[in-house]
């Protein structure tokens, strides 16, 4: 069973008014070799930028680190277009997107926007044609796509990414999960909905579902988005203070939750202070962490 190196990227937010943080904490990702920079997608939020301009915005000012939708709101965004915007910007930025998708929180939002009120199960529904439409649509033939939340009629798509976008599910149900294990390239989680006891349970389910759909469990990127603050002592910001602490328990925590669960990509959104604790995190946890891990193979 594969196992992809471990990952490591920083969070930024899409604040109209914080564009210049956001840039110097890309930088910072940037200069320190970190793979990822995550922007979430709420435009429902009237003080939020649009998500995929914004990273096209700071992939034009960078070289190396990659970008994702963390995760892009589905409902909102019809996945023929959102195809052909994840095609774009992987172009423009030679390679360097990767896309996060959920089936859309904040239902409230979604239709004040004139997006559709779905259950459960037909966001699950919808989410699974999405992931058929945009893998259709970056295979650059024509195709045709008739569900019962897309209709595609005639695509001509194109043109192609510059590399193979990986789709990375914001998932935490059990049938979601399933589907992501029979469907999708990863997981993105986030900590104060998904504490570390929850993980094991969570991975199980992804990984049987992708054994069963005869996928390799071990291919599956497990990104966890780490909410917390590196402090000079232990505390307990997020109830229990896993993620509260020196370097040194930050190290120790990432390596456990790479050891015993299989996380294999950390992403790191601080409490407070972003751009000091980003590089807290960067230069000082993220050069620990790799120490102590394996050599990729």
Do not use: C
Not at 102 to 113: P, T
């Amino acid at each position: 069973m594969a196992m992809p190196p471990v990952r490591f990227g920083l969070n930024v937010d899409p604040h109209a008014a914080g564009v210049p943080a956001a840039t110097r904490i890309t930088a910072i990702a940037e200069a320190a070799g970190l793979e990822y920079v995550g922007v979430q997608d709420h435009p429902y939020n009237a003080d939020f930028l649009d998500t995929f301009t914004l990273i096209t915005w700071l992939a034009g000012r960078t070289r190396s680190v990659r970008f994702f939708p963390n995760v892009a709101n589905l409902p909102l965004r019809p996945p023929a277009m959102l195809a052909k915007q994840a095609a774009t910007i992987d172009a423009l930025s030679g390679g360097r997107f990767e896309l996060g998708l959920g089936a859309g929180a904040f239902a409230d939002g979604i239709a004040g926007l004139g997006g559709p009120r779905r259950s459960p199960g037909q966001a699950r529904a919808a989410l699974s044609e999405a992931i058929d439409i945009i893998r259709a649509s970056w295979a650059g033939e024509p195709y045709a796509h008739e569900g019962e939340h897309y209709a595609v009629p005639g695509a001509r798509p194109g043109p192609r990414p510059a590399h193979d976008i990986a789709i990375w599910l914001g998932a935490t149900g059990p049938r979601a999960l399933r589907l992501l294990g029979a469907k999708a390239d990863g997981w993105s989680v986030s900590s104060p909905y998904v504490p570390p006891a929850r993980l094991a349970g969570l991975n199980a389910v992804i990984s049987e579902a992708a054994a069963e759909a005869g996928r390799d469990p071990g291919a599956i990127l497990r990104l966890y988005n780490v909410a917390g603050l590196i402090t000079d002592a232990p505390g307990a910001g997020d109830g229990s203070g896993t993620f509260q602490g020196p370097v040194a328990h930050w190290t120790d925590t990432l390596v456990r939750l790479h050891a015993e669960h299989g996380m294999t990509a950390f992403v790191y959104w601080p409490a407070r202070d972003r751009e000091r604790q980003s590089r807290l995190f960067a230069e000082e946890v993220v050069p620990d962490v790799r120490e102590r891990l394996p050599a990729a193979p």
